[in-house]
């Protein structure tokens, strides 16, 4: 039986990218965001691709909503054998910028969101023993950056939430996993729709992935949900280790380039705002997987195709090994 998958956020990014990977193992995939144009050329998508496809409009940080996601997607595919939380909104400003109302809907869908998720998929899996959840997370759940306190907030949440999820799962020795994939920056459309106070159109942090990394990332994390987390791209690891080794340091660096590293001349601003309201209503609207910085974005992260195969990893590991032991040779 192919697996029935429920993606929130699957209407673009990294969301739409998993889906499509998806399609391609021909699973029943549930489609969820608010956006009902991009969720319908989502669904095109999946068809065309061997999937076979479920739309649902719903807000994630409505519980009762995500509780009717479920309830359509076991009544129409079965058992709801892996869910994955993927959707979010924020704002690019600084936090005294920020609405105390705005704050509280990054809040809400960003990591209550997660919540409502998980809490529903739980519900299934656990009288069933059996299921994976996967948070797609951020290297910013452990190192934050200026301009984003309402999604590093909301992400460093995540973190802990699952975290302390992840044991009590372990203490009950459930089958029923829950795993993180730590995201690089991505070029998604979420920076055309993002509602943003600064000065210029908001940008990822180079280096910069396409979705289809992220997406590889997903779905190997939910074909091997024991472990706790998985890093995403050489950028993630690296942002991660640096803040663990020296975090002031970092601090210090973040302060001088963090701001003017997200802003970009390159792309006028585009009026759009999704935070309370999608953009991509109608057809016409959608945006696909790709934001606008496929120039800049790399299709392939060296980090990630090690870990989802270690054997290539340990190959070269030992060649390089054996090139030192050879040049040591030589020249003793």
């Not at 990394?213 to 994390?221: D, F, N, Q, S, T």
């Not at 340091?249 to 802003?263: E, I, N």
């Given at each position: 039986?192919?697996?029935?998958?429920?993606?929130?956020?699957?209407?673009?990014?990294?969301?739409?990218?998993?889906?499509?990977?998806?399609?391609?193992?021909?699973?029943?995939?549930?489609?969820?965001?608010?956006?009902?144009?991009?969720?319908?050329?989502?669904?095109?998508?999946?068809?065309?691709?061997?999937?076979?496809?479920?739309?649902?409009?719903?807000?994630?940080?409505?519980?009762?909503?995500?509780?009717?996601?479920?309830?359509?997607?076991?009544?129409?595919?079965?058992?709801?054998?892996?869910?994955?939380?993927?959707?979010?909104?924020?704002?690019?400003?600084?936090?005294?910028?920020?609405?105390?109302?705005?704050?509280?809907?990054?809040?809400?869908?960003?990591?209550?969101?997660?919540?409502?998720?998980?809490?529903?998929?739980?519900?299934?899996?656990?009288?069933?023993?059996?299921?994976?959840?996967?948070?797609?997370?951020?290297?910013?759940?452990?190192?934050?950056?200026?301009?984003?306190?309402?999604?590093?907030?909301?992400?460093?949440?995540?973190?802990?939430?699952?975290?302390?999820?992840?044991?009590?799962?372990?203490?009950?020795?459930?089958?029923?996993?829950?795993?993180?994939?730590?995201?690089?920056?991505?070029?998604?459309?979420?920076?055309?729709?993002?509602?943003?106070?600064?000065?210029?159109?908001?940008?990822?942090?180079?280096?910069?992935?396409?979705?289809?990394?992220?997406?590889?990332?997903?779905?190997?994390?939910?074909?091997?949900?024991?472990?706790?987390?998985?890093?995403?791209?050489?950028?993630?690891?690296?942002?991660?280790?640096?803040?663990?080794?020296?975090?002031?340091?970092?601090d210090r660096?973040l302060a001088?380039?963090?701001?003017?590293?997200?802003?970009?001349?390159?792309?006028p601003p585009?009026?759009?705002?999704?935070?309370?309201?999608?953009?991509?209503?109608?057809?016409?609207?959608?945006?696909?997987?790709?934001?606008?910085?496929?120039?800049?974005?790399?299709?392939?992260?060296?980090?990630?195709?090690?870990?989802?195969?270690?054997?290539?990893?340990?190959?070269?590991?030992?060649?390089?090994?054996?090139?030192?032991?050879?040049?040591?040779?030589?020249?003793?």
């Amino acid at each position: 039986m192919p697996p029935t998958v429920v993606i929130t956020g699957a209407s673009a990014g990294i969301g739409r990218a998993t889906a499509r990977r998806y399609a391609r193992r021909g699973a029943d995939i549930v489609l969820v965001a608010r956006g009902e144009g991009g969720l319908e050329a989502a669904a095109d998508e999946v068809a065309a691709l061997g999937g076979r496809p479920l739309v649902r409009a719903a807000d994630v940080a409505d519980p009762a909503q995500v509780e009717a996601v479920a309830e359509a997607a076991e009544k129409e595919f079965g058992p709801i054998d892996v869910w994955i939380n993927c959707a979010f909104s924020t704002v690019f400003a600084p936090f005294e910028e920020i609405t105390a109302e705005e704050f509280k809907r990054v809040t809400e869908v960003t990591y209550l969101g997660f919540v409502n998720g998980t809490r529903t998929a739980l519900k299934r899996m656990l009288p069933r023993d059996r299921g994976t959840i996967v948070q797609v997370g951020s290297a910013l759940a452990e190192r934050s950056i200026p301009l984003q306190s309402a999604y590093c907030g909301a992400k460093h949440a995540i973190n802990g939430f699952t975290s302390s999820l992840r044991t009590e799962l372990l203490h009950r020795g459930s089958n029923v996993h829950i795993t993180v994939a730590q995201m690089p920056a991505v070029n998604t459309p979420q920076f055309q729709w993002v509602r943003s106070r600064l000065a210029r159109h908001p940008m990822p942090v180079p280096p910069i992935y396409q979705p289809e990394v992220a997406a590889r990332g997903v779905v190997y994390a939910a074909d091997h949900p024991r472990r706790k987390q998985y890093y995403v791209g050489a950028t993630t690891v690296a942002t991660i280790w640096a803040n663990r080794l020296a975090p002031a340091l970092l601090d210090r660096y973040l302060a001088r380039t963090g701001f003017d590293s997200q802003q970009t001349d390159r792309i006028p601003p585009t009026g759009l705002d999704n935070l309370f309201e999608p953009v991509d209503q109608r057809l016409a609207d959608d945006q696909g997987a790709h934001g606008a910085f496929d120039d800049s974005a790399h299709s392939r992260s060296w980090q990630e195709t090690l870990v989802r195969h270690p054997a290539t990893a340990l190959g070269a590991g030992a060649a390089v090994l054996g090139a030192v032991r050879g040049i040591r040779r030589l020249t003793s």
